[in-house]
């Protein structure tokens, strides 16, 4: 079994990850999808109005601030246009995939956090009424069904709090909490860049290797909002997946040449 998240940054060629990745579903290879869709919900946000706002934690670490009507912009473009772009890929290539929120049957479950403390001009601010949270539970019940049944699954953000609010989480760890709990061989991150780079954003600087037991002192090069990949490949390991690889969604087949080592590989 293999997770597969492929980013939603600029650049990132769909049509490629999904002939790649109906190439490796129909010669037998069991994978699970999840997808991002930041850069899209960017400009949708843009276009009606509601300009995105991302805070940065006191420990560094950036986060769209997820107000109502953000999060209801989120799922318009994470839930609609990607997701059903994705899966109308698949099922034009003869895959029968099944795109899901982690919403829909609580794929992924978390706690709802509804304060962010954001530091703004050197202090330090809390702001309320965030939709966000970070995914606890995966119900991995409704997936293996699916998997069981022949279709392959299409997660994306966001996941149920226990309230059942909908909240929005950061799919690098969504899909390490789903690769801990499918007891994933390996987990593919991809995105623009070719992996983890020691000094972005200089393409030649890749980082080929990151010792399993050694994750998180690699967080200094990551900035912003690469902390969170390097974050999730930190907990998929230390839960028991075998490797992780940081791979370059842009071109190629960026599955094949992932799981055949290209980019960062975290072992
Ligand atoms: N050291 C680094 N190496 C590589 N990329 C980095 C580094 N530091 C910061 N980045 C940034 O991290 C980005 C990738 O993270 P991001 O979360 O934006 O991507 P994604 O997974 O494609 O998006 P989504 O949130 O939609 O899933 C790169 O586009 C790059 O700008």
Not at 55 to 78: A, C, K, N, W
Request: neutral net charge; aromatic residues 6%; proline residues 4%.
């Amino acid at each position: 079994m293999i997770v597969v998240k492929v980013g939603g940054s600029a650049g990132i060629d769909y049509d490629a990850v999904c002939a790649d990745i109906a190439n490796l579903w129909n010669n037998g290879q069991k994978l699970v999808l999840v997808h991002g869709g930041s850069g899209e919900t960017n400009r949708v946000a843009e276009a009606l109005g509601h300009p995105p706002k991302f805070v940065t934690s006191p420990s560094g670490y950036t986060s769209r601030f997820t107000d109502r009507q953000t999060l209801e912009i989120f799922e318009m473009v994470y839930c609609g246009k990607i997701n059903k772009g994705i899966v109308e890929r698949l099922q034009r290539l003869g895959v029968n995939a099944v795109g899901l929120s982690g919403l829909d049957g609580r794929i992924f479950e978390g706690k709802h956090k509804d304060s962010v403390r954001s530091v703004e001009g050197g202090k330090v601010k809390v702001l309320r009424g965030d939709h966000t949270g970070t995914v606890e539970k995966v119900n991995t019940g409704l997936i293996e069904l699916l998997l069981g049944a022949g279709y392959l699954p299409v997660l994306t953000p966001p996941a149920a709090s226990y309230e059942g609010v909908a909240i929005n989480v950061d799919g690098d760890r969504a899909a390490a909490a789903l690769a801990v709990a499918l007891k994933a061989s390996t987990m593919l991150l991809l995105s623009n860049v070719p992996g983890l780079l020691r000094d972005y954003p200089d393409e030649a600087s890749l980082i080929r290797s990151i010792p399993a037991n050694d994750v998180e002192s690699y967080l200094e090069f990551a900035q912003d909002r690469m902390k969170k990949k390097v974050l999730g490949a930190a907990e998929a390991v230390k839960g028991g997946v075998g490797r992780v690889i940081f791979g370059d969604a842009r071109a190629g087949e960026p599955v094949s040449a992932a799981l055949a080592g290209a980019g960062t590989v975290v072992q």
